[in-house]
């Protein structure tokens, strides 16, 4: 069997007497997507940073691509891709100069470096875009160059840290896309989000963070059956009515949001014929799919993006 693509044991982040990371073990499998998923301040981007060798570890052991970051952190670096969460694009340079330039990072020169990086505007739709300024592009357009930059290397494993943070439905559409093509490729991708609805379209496998721990693992439909079911039933009715109406029906997972009373099971119809043999008349209802977010909120007490 081939080394995972990262391994993680015991890793912890301190800065001073903060404690990021808090002694987490994770292993991330070859040619899959990757998500880590957690508010922020969770430790996600932490985590990142000492994968990709931005940030030494405190403690804990850190393999990539069967790699030590500590001894062998150049040979690593040149077979990554990496979109930062916060662009460092050279604002003053053109699109084609701004991948020029990483090329050659790269050893990449030439012809060759001249065809790759018309062959990665190409995939990320810029080419008509490859000689105007970073700073008349648009934020959606700054995220693909990144991702542009991030493939010249032709990495074997990509970290896309908060990739669509800030981007409008078609640009987010665009990206996501682009993701699942670098798995359909064979690339391995770790990517860090707290959207919920990225995380789990996207992702293969992931890891919930919160407050610098491990909080569940799983893939997305296991971690929504396991803790809440398939379905919610939302219901708008008075607070003063949850306790009875709760004792009256099989176990399940309720909570209160608002002025909602959230059921889960398998099947939301059903619920809301337990509902109303209860004798209990809501003045609104909804039965939806349930999502990774009320997973977390189960977890955690709050919301994603609290």
Request: proline residues 4%.
């Amino acid at each position: 069997m081939p080394s995972p693509a990262v391994l993680a044991q015991g890793l912890v982040k301190r800065f001073g007497a903060l404690e990021a990371v808090k002694g987490v073990d994770f292993e991330v499998p070859r040619g899959r997507v990757f998500g880590f998923l957690g508010p922020n301040g969770a430790g996600k981007t932490t985590t990142m940073r000492m994968v990709y060798g931005l940030s030494p570890r405190t403690a804990g052991r850190l393999e990539v691509l069967g790699m030590d970051v500590d001894a062998r952190g150049r040979e690593i670096r040149a077979r990554l891709g990496v979109v930062p969460q916060e662009s460092n694009l050279d604002a003053d340079m053109t699109a084609r100069e701004n991948l020029i330039v990483f090329g050659r990072f790269f050893d990449v020169t030439g012809a060759r470096l001249r065809d790759r990086v018309d062959e990665m505007l190409a995939y990320v739709q810029l080419t008509e875009k490859a000689h105007e300024r970073v700073n008349e592009l648009s934020g959606g357009m700054k995220r693909r160059l990144h991702i542009a930059r991030a493939l010249l290397n032709d990495p074997e494993l990509l970290i896309l840290d908060e990739p669509t943070t800030g981007l409008d439905p078609q640009s987010r559409s665009l990206l996501w896309e682009q993701i699942r093509e670098m798995r359909r490729a064979g690339k391995t991708v770790i990517l860090t989000t707290h959207y919920m609805d990225e995380a789990e379209k996207l992702s293969d496998d992931l890891l919930v963070m919160d407050e610098g721990r491990i909080i569940e693992r799983g893939t997305p439909k296991v971690l929504i059956e396991r803790h809440v079911g398939r379905e919610a039933l939302e219901l708008t009715m008075e607070r003063s009515e949850d306790a009875r109406l709760i004792s009256r029906l099989a176990p399940m997972h309720a909570e209160r949001v608002g002025d909602e009373l959230r059921l889960f099971g398998d099947d939301g119809d059903k619920l809301l014929e337990d509902v109303h043999r209860a004798g209990v008349s809501p003045r609104e209802h909804r039965v939806r799919r349930a999502t990774l977010e009320d997973v977390f909120l189960k977890l955690t007490g709050r919301r994603l993006n609290d």
